[in-house]
């Protein structure tokens, strides 16, 4: 059993019998000392996506599940592809990918974590901290080699984050997967 | 057939808690015709308030030691802590319609193992502390899945200033209530300065404050402020901890209740725990009201009056954004002059900062701030009521449970 505030996305709880995914687990601040946790969970074996309320301390039945060394091959629509280490192809909906899918690109080498629940993939882990090529930027503001100034910068497949000022088209950057935040630029 | 509703209460601080319950069960049964049991863990608090409530009660010779009584139709049981679990008692709990733990209260275990075996559905409400932040919307009304069984469902419920939360407790007779007491407010205003035995005021232009708050260093810089007003001011403080931060300001060691202490323009009357329709009507009668936590910060808001609200406050500062939300949503529509002068106000006393300045600069905002007030009453007004939106929910889950 874990507290309901212990929970993290991506793990799943049993509910009346069926396993239920964590897709957001919220923090929210009552009155006095009480805490409430607001989760989005989508149930594994049909699909339904609902969201449920807990006091942060309440009890939930929560189970462990396989993990298998994952890489990115190509995206098959609608199914992305990923190989495992004995080069089996694991296929995966794009809802199941929804934490991790704007760092989802072509040739990208970073091993992930695929998560079975039976033999079904319910999610796929990035690793924390992962590189990144900047796709397009506006050019930097002259001068300004702080790094406390930022500006958005775009990636290969269109998602966009906020970068140091001095950051250039072309640059890899390192982002923090938990938090979705830059963390620096990095030589390649 | 009446559904039987059965509301948990802990007694935390002095009598929020139990005055929202009370009210709460009160209108279950008066406007609802629900069968209401009240299960309260402080029976000896529970007696002081109930004293207050129903005079007739504090000459009970069966009171406060009895287990159980009925007062204003409501039954009142005394939740032992720990809780002494008697099967029969459980599964009587357990047979209920509607169960609420209030304020997010803990249920004793046997009674939640007992609900486990409930052979007819049960609607269970975490009913929550009110906030005007913009989360509560998101979250009210959710499930809340227990594993106890599939007759068992618990929702969250959240009261709420904004249309898609719970409201707030409202008595049918309430505002129109409030109408009649500011229509005979001359009348009303020279009983209560009568009463407290200060003839002198009767025909003067006298500003009345009422104070209920907690303790902060801002509050002696505000009498300070009253006391080199040229208006006469004189201040009702209800019995509580305010009165014994009052009362060190005027150098004393108490200030017991019917006592006045005088200085300079202010007049401090300390007042005995009252009955709650006694404190609707003074916070009808006064110009300016400070009010505290949740029950008597509602309160103030359906009187109608400019007042203050002093935040329960919280070890991390949290209680700073729920004022923040609050300011947004009651600020809305007032002038800039005024609404500046409210928010310096505001922030200075629950920041515990010198109120003297601010004070000064929200005085001649009070009329903009009394038409604004109104207008505030009337749109919470417009929204069904905390137990009207109860009621409902308990309609719609049966039939969902029932298509």
């Known amino acids: ?188 | 057939m009446t559904s039987r509703w059965i509301i948990f209460c802990s007694i935390i601080d002095n009598f929020g808690d139990i005055g929202v319950c009370w009210r709460l069960a009160r209108q279950l049964v008066d406007e609802h015709r629900r069968d209401v049991e009240l299960w309260v863990d402080d029976w000896s608090a529970l007696s002081g308030f109930l004293a207050a409530q129903i005079p007739a009660i504090n000459n009970s010779p069966v009171f406060p030691e009895q287990q159980a009584m009925t007062a204003a139709g409501v039954c009142i049981r005394h939740w032992h802590n720990p809780w002494q679990a008697l099967p029969v008692t459980d599964q009587q709990i357990a047979g209920a319609d509607v169960i609420i733990e209030a304020f997010g209260c803990e249920l004793p275990a046997s009674v939640k193992e007992a609900m486990s075996t409930a052979n007819s559905p049960v609607l269970w409400l975490n009913l929550e502390y009110l906030s005007a932040e913009a989360w509560v919307k998101e979250c009210h009304g959710l499930p809340s899945p227990q594993n106890l069984s599939p007759l068992v469902k618990k929702f969250f419920f959240f009261p709420g200033f904004e249309q898609g939360t719970g409201g707030l407790l409202r008595e049918a007779t309430l505002t129109s209530q409030h109408e009649q007491w500011q229509q005979e407010q001359q009348v009303l205003r020279q009983r209560l300065l009568h009463n407290a035995g200060l003839l002198e005021f009767l025909q003067a232009d006298v500003l009345l404050v009422s104070l209920f708050s907690y303790d902060t260093p801002a509050l002696a810089s505000w009498l300070n402020a009253l006391q080199a007003q040229t208006q006469e001011v004189v201040c009702f403080v209800p019995e509580g901890k305010s009165l014994a931060a009052v009362a060190r300001c005027f150098a004393r060691d108490r200030l017991v209740p019917g006592e006045i202490a005088r200085v300079g323009a202010l007049t401090v009357v300390a007042m005995p725990f009252g009955s709650q329709t006694d404190y609707d009507q003074l916070l009808s009668l006064c110009d300016f009201n400070v009010v505290r936590g949740e029950d008597s910060f509602v309160r103030a808001q359906w009187a109608a009056r400019p007042m203050l609200w002093h935040i329960y406050p919280q070890a991390d500062g949290v209680h700073l954004q729920k004022l923040e939300a609050f300011e947004r949503l009651y600020l809305d529509g007032l002038n800039p002059d005024a609404a500046k002068a409210w928010h310096a106000f505001s922030n200075g006393w629950n920041l515990g900062e010198d109120c003297h300045e601010v004070w000064h600069h929200l005085r001649p905002q009070l009329s903009s701030l009394q038409s604004h007030a109104r207008k505030w009453q009337k749109k919470l007004a417009a929204m069904p009521d905390l137990s009207a939106n109860l009621v409902n929910f308990e309609t719609l889950t049966k039939l969902s449970a029932h298509p």
Request: with cysteine; charged share 30%; aromatic share 10%.
């Open chain 1, 1 to 188: 059993m874990k507290t309901a505030q212990e929970i993290k996305p991506g793990q799943v709880i049993m509910i009346d019998g069926s396993p239920w995914k964590v897709q957001k687990n919220e923090f929210n601040r009552a009155g006095r000392s009480s805490a409430i946790n607001k989760m989005k969970l989508k149930n594994i074996l049909n699909g339904m996506q609902t969201e449920t309320t807990f006091k942060c301390d309440d009890k939930l039945e929560y189970i462990v599940l396989e993990q298998k060394e994952v890489t990115y091959s190509y995206f098959a629509d609608p199914m992305y592809v990923f190989v495992d280490t004995e080069y089996e192809q694991i296929e995966i909906e794009k809802d199941d990918l929804e934490n991790v899918l704007m760092y989802i690109e072509d040739g990208m080498e970073d091993v992930c974590q695929a998560v079975f629940y039976g033999t079904k993939v319910i999610s796929v882990d990035l690793p924390k901290n992962i590189v990144r090529q900047i796709a397009y930027t506006e050019p930097s503001a002259r001068g300004d080699t702080s790094g406390k100034v930022t500006k958005i910068a775009r990636l290969a497949n269109g998602h966009e984050l906020q970068v140091s000022s001095f950051c250039e088209i072309g640059d890899y950057i390192e982002i923090d997967t938990l938090t979705g935040e830059y963390k620096s630029r990095v030589k390649r």
